[in-house]
């Protein structure tokens, strides 16, 4: 599958969850903690590629993913996703570790999930910041995100990985 995404901060959560409601979004799952665990070999194989494995708890659930190397694209992360719930995650980290995939980064935010149509509307609370995340189709994107107020310059193509960094290092400043 094709995962077409945007993130935009956004400073105040309940502001947007408001306008979300208002605009017609249906609360698919309320706010809950996510730990995400991203996995690559030693030589760092699947960063230099720009592709991810990662390990997705929420609450009692475990999903697998692979997310590929992204598209070109100016405003928008385009690229493949694979995603699948594992019902073992114990055995799950045996079987990554057993083909050579290490854990090297963790991360944990708070989600609550909206849907309009096919389009899947995130709110994420993370140690860098709130994130309003939009998922589906590029036009879907471009005109959901208009009729909160946000134009194109507020979208970010960056992972949370690369947010959460870059966050440390201004704190450092």
Wanted: charged residues 35%; hydrophobic residues 35%.
């Amino acid at each position: 599958m094709i995962e077409i995404e945007v993130k935009i901060p956004v400073p105040n959560i309940k502001d947007i969850r408001n306008k979300l409601l208002d605009l017609g979004a249906v609360l698919e799952q309320e706010r809950s903690f996510e730990e995400n665990i991203l996995y690559d070999y030693p030589s760092a194989q699947l960063r230099g590629k720009k592709q991810a494995v990662r390990l997705r708890t929420i609450g009692k659930k475990h999903f697998l993913t692979f997310k590929g190397t992204p598209k070109k694209s100016r405003k928008f992360k385009i690229r493949e996703e694979f995603e699948t719930e594992i019902k073992n995650a114990t055995h799950i980290k045996k079987i990554l570790k057993s083909l050579g995939l290490q854990s090297f980064f963790t991360y944990k935010k708070f989600r609550t999930r909206f849907r309009i149509k096919k389009l899947v509307i995130c709110l994420d609370e993370t140690e860098a910041g709130n994130f309003l995340e939009l998922e589906g189709k590029q036009s879907d994107i471009v005109h959901f995100s208009k009729s909160l107020g946000f134009s194109k310059k507020e979208f970010i193509k960056n992972d949370y990985i690369q947010l959460i960094l870059e966050n440390i290092d201004r704190k450092k400043l």
